[in-house]
């Protein structure tokens, strides 16, 4: 096999088989077939499987979920084990072959602030005389 270069996109093609080359522009250069040995990972985000790049970064694997969940990826938080990732490339935060990641959402939590009562003055004024007498 061969790979013919047709406006900068290689394409495989047999000794046998010609290409209809009248209106494609060929580069007269003709390069042996590197086959393209990027190793990509599978990753798992809640059992669903992500193909990705371990050189990709935490972002665009955060993208690839949006893409798949159609949860903004402002939102989500994907955890290993104890630890969140935040930024970087996923090789760098460890991760590795068939690895299980957890999505969470990120939401806003706490506790409701609480408001004092309203008392009407005669009623703390009374109280307080009571208090007065108490003593």
């Given at each position: 096999?061969?790979?013919?270069?047709?406006?900068?996109?290689?394409?495989?093609?047999?000794?046998?088989?010609?290409?209809?080359?009248?209106?494609?522009?060929?580069?007269?250069?003709?390069?042996?077939?590197?086959?393209?040995?990027?190793?990509?990972m599978?990753?798992?985000?809640?059992s669903?499987?992500?193909?990705?790049?371990?050189?990709a970064?935490?972002?665009?694997?955060?993208?690839?979920?949006e893409?798949?969940?159609?949860?903004?990826?402002?939102?989500?938080?994907?955890?290993?084990?104890?630890?969140?990732?935040?930024?970087?490339?996923?090789?760098g935060?460890?991760?590795?072959?068939?690895?299980?990641?957890?999505?969470?959402l990120?939401?806003?939590?706490?506790?409701?602030?609480?408001?004092?009562?309203?008392?009407?003055?005669?009623?703390?004024?009374?109280?307080?005389?009571?208090?007065?007498?108490?003593?």
């Open positions: 096999e061969e790979v013919r270069v047709f406006r900068n996109k290689r394409r495989r093609c047999a000794q046998n088989l010609l290409y209809d080359l009248d209106t494609v522009d060929l580069i007269n250069q003709v390069l042996p077939y590197k086959p393209h040995t990027q190793a990509n599978q990753l798992f985000v809640n669903v499987a992500y193909e990705v790049d371990p050189s970064s935490v972002e665009s694997l955060k993208l690839m979920v893409n798949q969940e159609f949860v903004p990826a402002q939102q989500l938080n994907l955890v290993v084990g104890s630890k969140t990732l935040e930024a970087g490339t996923l090789e935060n460890g991760l590795e072959e068939d690895d299980a990641l957890e999505m969470r990120a939401v806003d939590a706490g506790m409701r602030k609480k408001w004092k009562k309203k008392r009407m003055r005669r009623l703390r004024r009374k109280r307080r005389k009571m208090r007065q007498r108490a003593r």
